[in-house]
């Protein structure tokens, strides 16, 4: 394989049908497309259209239960090693439209405990900064207060009840296999996937988690022992990884602050940052680009307008073809996009600064946790 995606590492152009076949996962088909836009009775959103997001697990399942009455619940989750930057936030923008679509409550897991286990040089005081930052991030993606539910890790210590009988499920050879632990793996890593596994028992009903696929392999392992704690196999939809400003490989960097566009970069910084690095698929020479036209499927600017920034099915398309007929030119591309991610974050950053007021309505702990805990411990898990 000439590329690589684990929880922890994303390398290469990743050949996302393949990693269907490697991970077993389905592809996200055009009927289940079809089938979501009339169960919400809405024209899809462009990540869906486009299949940003593009494969799952019993997706088909979550549409059936909410047909039929029972309803599901959503979970999805950051870890806050650094500032978010835009590919972070795409597919909380998904889950967004989802729960606002099908009216269902939403779980976010900020894991400040598994970013100081994992990165050797952040501790624990600055995972639990970065935690603060991230939510205002996430809370200005506007969320329904009422039914949105953000719990920090380090706070939230009520999780370590339901990772206990998780815990209790998986052995050390499994972990391993799917994680990839070695003999020097700090014992808190083998212990972390019960603490991300827990939230998808947090209701008793299908938990539908929007992520990127290397999150995958956690839900691989929750669906083999949840039926057996009397619980739903966690259904996914998997998204596709934002690249870089230097290139469609790999995916957008937090530590390599010239390939990525953070939320908070003032809209002028991520102009310059925009202007002086994206990668095009443009001729070196005026005249070649007249000539031969450029190659949009290389060009990181086609891709950040594809995934995110135009969503202008006919517009896109004829800037596809404007670019390869040479028509278009590199600078052109990237003085439009430049607008749309300086606008974009203009509206961010103003609704960020709204959530520093709302941040409690968002927490999920005391009281509403207890009563939904209460209710959602089957028997079995009581003992
Ligand atoms: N491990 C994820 C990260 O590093 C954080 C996370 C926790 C998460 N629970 C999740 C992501 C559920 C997606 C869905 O970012």
């Not at 599901?72 to 729960?99: C, D, E, N, V």
């Not at 890593?189 to 990127?212: D, G, H, N, V």
């Not at 095009?280 to 190659?295: A, D, F, I, M, S």
């Not at 060009?299 to 995110?308: A, P």
Request: net charge neutral; aromatic share 14%; charged share 30%.
């Amino acid at each position: 394989m000439d590329f690589k995606v684990t929880p922890w590492d994303v390398e290469g152009l990743v050949d996302y049908d393949k990693l269907i076949v490697e991970f077993g996962t389905t592809p996200l088909t055009n009927e289940l497309l079809e089938k979501t836009k009339e169960l919400t009775k809405s024209e899809l959103p462009l990540y869906f259209r486009r299949k940003f997001f593009f494969s799952h697990r019993d997706y088909n399942l979550v549409l059936k239960d909410y047909e039929e009455g029972k309803g599901f619940f959503l979970y999805t989750g950051r870890g806050p090693s650094g500032p978010m930057h835009i590919g972070h936030i795409i597919p909380f923008f998904a889950t967004k439209w989802l729960q606002e679509k099908f009216g269902v409550n939403l779980y976010v897991q900020i894991t400040d405990d598994e970013k100081f286990l994992f990165k050797p040089k952040l501790t624990f005081e600055e995972t639990k900064r970065w935690a603060y930052e991230n939510i205002l991030d996430i809370i200005a993606v506007g969320f329904d207060p009422d039914k949105t539910f953000i719990f920090q890790d380090s706070e939230f210590t009520k999780i370590y009840e339901m990772a206990i009988p998780i815990a209790k499920k998986v052995n050390y050879s499994m972990a391993k296999a799917v994680f990839g632990f070695t003999d020097q793996s700090k014992i808190g890593m083998i212990f972390y996937p019960a603490i991300q596994a827990a939230p998808t028992f947090f209701e008793k009903r299908r938990s539908l988690i929007p992520a990127a696929i290397d999150q995958d392999p956690y839900w691989r392992i929750q669906r083999d022992f949840a039926e057996s704690l009397g619980y739903y196999k966690a259904a996914a939809i998997h998204s596709k990884f934002v690249p870089g400003l230097m290139g469609v490989e790999g995916k957008m960097s937090a530590s390599k602050p010239e390939t990525a566009i953070y939320l908070t970069d003032t809209p002028e910084e991520a102009g310059k940052k925009i202007w002086k690095y994206a990668l095009t698929g443009g001729q070196p020479t005026l005249k070649e680009q007249r000539e031969k036209g450029g190659n949009p499927d290389k060009c990181v600017v086609f891709k950040w307008l594809e995934i995110f920034f135009e969503s202008d099915d006919k517009a896109l398309i004829e800037r596809y073809h404007a670019c390869k007929g040479g028509e278009l030119l590199c600078g052109q591309c990237k003085r439009y996009l430049i607008e749309r991610v300086q606008n974009f974050l203009r509206e961010h950053q103003k609704r960020r600064e709204k959530a520093k007021e709302e941040i409690e309505k968002f927490k999920y702990t005391g009281e509403l946790a207890q009563e939904q805990w209460n209710k959602s411990i089957p028997e079995a898990l009581r003992d």
